[in-house]
């Protein structure tokens, strides 16, 4: 007899009639013979619905009562599910994240899980029942409700999955997988049967939102594999699997863009030792992360600092750097919030030259100006004006043949 853990996003389960179809198919494999743990999103819209009344309440919202708030979306699919089984004729019980216990550090909206008892879910499946658990949120040792940031349900699965030992961990959603590039702004982008975590948490990192960035390096860490595939229709999706177990690698495997980043520069900086960390401390002291940096080739003693943050730091960030620049007699700081990062991506890249300058030509071919160029092992970014977003992937996708079946590496 499975365990088998499915979890189903929030359009998967947008309406009632969703959610009784999605019932009618866990129901199927219980009534199969395995052990049935599901994980269900908020209905889609309604984090979001929340999240806008958090923001109409209070300028910032208080964290531990946006936790509150928002992870109560999670609380009605699940109810909701348990009675779709109940009136199919079945079993179930719904549970919340501190009725598992899920534990988590006490960081509010962007919770880590700690601990996750399992003693309580077996029990209930040991007396025949699909066991209904609310995904993104947990509660601290102290007793307060925390969420794991947005797009957490899938963390929450691949945990349970990992804690209970599961013979698989099932990622249902409203595309058949994990695709060359968003299938939402490409058509031609291709399904990927196999791919290494390493690939998947780059792919993650870089905005594809398909299956959440920690959900990714906890499969990892507990060599979970993960399916994730389509909750309409039956068809096989995309193995996240170990790379030993990918037969072919492929030079690029993804296109992937990202709008939730927006630039700031630093204009006519003294170029002088300190002056970065006095630039960088105080927005790490903010908690706000810095990803990409540049810093321009000197011209009488003054340099600019051009960096990226996330868009939604972006307002504070601004605040900081204009004190800082007074301080530091900068001559201005200047933003621009339009902007996206594409990248391609492929741990083929590792031992291959020329994907940076044969992107840098696509881009050109297209009229596409870079501002910001970064490189690792395995992908390279660039930071364009965001009205081109569709452009560049479409390009890159079709430069590197993503939509052919495949492009494996020559063998040297
Ligand atoms: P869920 O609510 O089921 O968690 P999400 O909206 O979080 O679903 O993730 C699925 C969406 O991710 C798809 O609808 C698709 O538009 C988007 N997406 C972005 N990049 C990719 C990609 N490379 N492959 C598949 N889907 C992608
Ligand atoms: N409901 C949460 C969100 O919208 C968690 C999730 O769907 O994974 O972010
Ligand atoms: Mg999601």
Redesign the pocket.
């Known amino acids: 007899m499975a365990l088998i853990v499915q979890k189903?996003?929030?359009?998967?389960v947008a309406s009632t009639e969703k959610i009784a179809a999605v019932a009618k198919r866990v129901i199927e494999k219980h009534r199969e013979g395995n052990r049935m743990v599901v994980v269900l999103?908020a209905m889609?819209g309604e984090t979001d619905r929340l999240i806008g009344m958090a923001n109409s309440m209070q300028h910032i919202p208080d964290l531990r009562e946006m936790d509150m708030l928002i992870s109560s979306g999670e609380q009605v699919s699940i109810a909701l599910f348990a009675m779709a089984v109940k009136a199919a004729g079945y079993d179930a019980v719904s549970l919340l994240g501190d009725q598992v216990a899920i534990r988590t550090d006490q960081m509010h909206t962007r919770a880590r899980i700690a601990a996750i008892d399992v003693e309580r879910i077996n029990t209930h499946l040991e007396k025949g029942k699909i066991v209904v658990v609310a995904g993104f949120q947990g509660v601290t040792d102290a007793g307060d409700i925390t969420t794991l940031g947005r797009?957490g349900?899938?963390t929450t699965a691949v945990a349970l999955a990992a804690a209970l030992k599961a013979d698989a961990c099932e990622?249902?959603?409203?595309?058949e997988?994990?695709?060359?590039?968003?299938?939402?702004?490409y058509k031609k982008?291709r399904k990927i049967d196999y791919i290494s975590y390493d690939e998947m948490l780059e792919?993650a990192s870089l905005?594809?939102?398909?299956l959440?960035i920690r959900a990714v390096s906890m499969a990892k860490r507990f060599k979970v594999p993960v399916h994730v595939r389509s909750t309409f229709t039956n068809t096989i999706g995309t193995w996240v699997v170990d790379e030993e177990k990918i037969m072919e690698s492929m030079l690029v495997s993804?296109i992937?863009y990202s709008k939730k980043e927006a630039r700031i520069t630093v204009k006519k900086v003294p170029d002088q030792p300190g002056v970065a960390a006095k630039i960088f401390l105080p927005i790490s002291d903010a908690g706000i992360l810095v990803d990409m940096i540049i810093q321009n080739t000197q011209d009488g003693g003054l340099t600019d600092m051009t960096f990226t943050v996330p868009r939604s730091d972006y307002e504070r960030a601004m605040q900081i750097l204009h004190k800082v620049a007074a301080d530091i007699r900068a001559e201005d700081v200047t933003g621009d919030q339009e902007i996206t990062k594409v990248s391609i991506v492929g741990v083929g890249m590792r031992n291959h030259s020329g994907i940076a300058s044969t992107m840098f030509q696509i881009m050109s071919k297209e009229g596409i100006n870079m501002m910001m160029v970064s490189t690792s092992e395995i992908k390279v970014s660039v930071v364009i004006a965001e009205k081109y977003t569709e452009l560049a992937v479409r390009a890159l996708h079709d430069a590197f043949a993503l939509d052919k079946d495949n492009m494996p590496l020559e063998v040297d």
């Open positions: 189903f996003g929030g359009t998967s999103s889609a797009g349900s899938d990622i249902f959603t409203d595309v997988g994990v695709f060359t590039t968003d299938p939402g702004v982008a792919l905005g594809a939102k398909v959440d993804g992937t």
